[in-house]
T-cell receptor
Framework: DQQVKQNSPSLSVQEGRISILNCDYT??????FLWYKKYPAEGPTFLIS?????DKNEDGRFTVFLNKSAKHLSLHIVPSQPGDSAVYFC????????????FGPGTSLSVIP | DVKVTQSSRYLVKRTGEKVFLECVQD?????MFWYRQDPGLGLRLIYF???????EKGDIPEGYSVSREKKERFSLILESASTNQTSMYLC?????????????FGPGTRLTVT
């Protein structure tokens, strides 16, 4: 049973608009959440993270929101650019896990010029 | 700048062969990880290591083993390759003490077993 879910396998957005990628989790013992971006034929790269004690973290065009009561987080990209087209993975860290995280299945974002 | 390198970008092996995938990181990171990535399944953890000669099984260790003789190097071994091990293999490392848990990934090895 997947503990980290990304229910939208793909998403298309017009350039300049907002992209919203969603992630749900089932384990209330997660204490840290991360988003990674992956281009084809490359390894994932870290994008942004949020601690479970916060509800928002912002870094330039990227903002992550955490709703602990709903066990839901979302990544907002504003404005979206064609270079943002990639697969986005949500990941969650269980407490005391040697930095081990659990990844979701990913959402493929296409930003249309 | 952290660099994680993997020995091969593409690899084609035959069923039953023993396969070695090498990963090297240059930032003295404590923790290293091996994942496989398959469509619709995301990244699944095969094994990880939190110190030299220390290893722990991840979620899908069957058919794999690992070796960490030096801090910078973490090897994944497929004892007898099978077609269901055709996948993208990704190595990653983390500092272990930063508190941010950010993983640094290598470029991946696309393994095809025929």
């Amino acid at each position: 049973d997947q503990q980290v879910k990304q229910n939208s396998p793909s998403l298309s957005v017009q350039e300049g608009r907002i992209s919203i990628l969603n992630c749900d989790y089932t384990n209330s013992m997660f204490d840290y959440f991360l988003w990674y971006k992956k281009y084809p034929a490359e390894g994932p790269t870290f994008l942004i993270s949020i601690s479970s004690i916060k509800d928002k973290n912002e870094d330039g065009r990227f903002t992550v929101f955490l709703n602990k009561s709903a066990k839901h987080l979302s990544l907002h990209i504003v404005p979206s650019q064609p270079g943002d087209s990639a697969v986005y993975f949500c990941a969650a860290r269980p407490k005391t896990s040697y930095d081990k995280v659990i990844f979701g299945p990913g959402t493929s974002l296409s930003v249309i010029p | 700048d952290v660099k994680v390198t993997q020995s091969s970008r593409y690899l084609v092996k035959r069923t039953g062969e023993k396969v070695f995938l090498e990963c090297v990181q240059d930032m003295d990171h404590e923790n290293m990880f091996w994942y496989r990535q398959d469509p619709g399944l995301g990244l699944r953890l095969i094994y990880f290591s939190y110190d030299v000669k220390m290893k722990e099984k991840g979620d899908i260790p069957e058919g794999y083993s690992v070796s960490r003789e030096k801090k910078e190097r973490f090897s994944l071994i497929l004892e007898s390759a099978s077609t269901n091990q055709t996948s993208m293999y990704l190595c990653a490392s983390t500092v272990g003490t930063s508190g941010t848990y950010e993983q640094y990934f290598g470029p991946g090895t696309r393994l095809t077993v025929t």
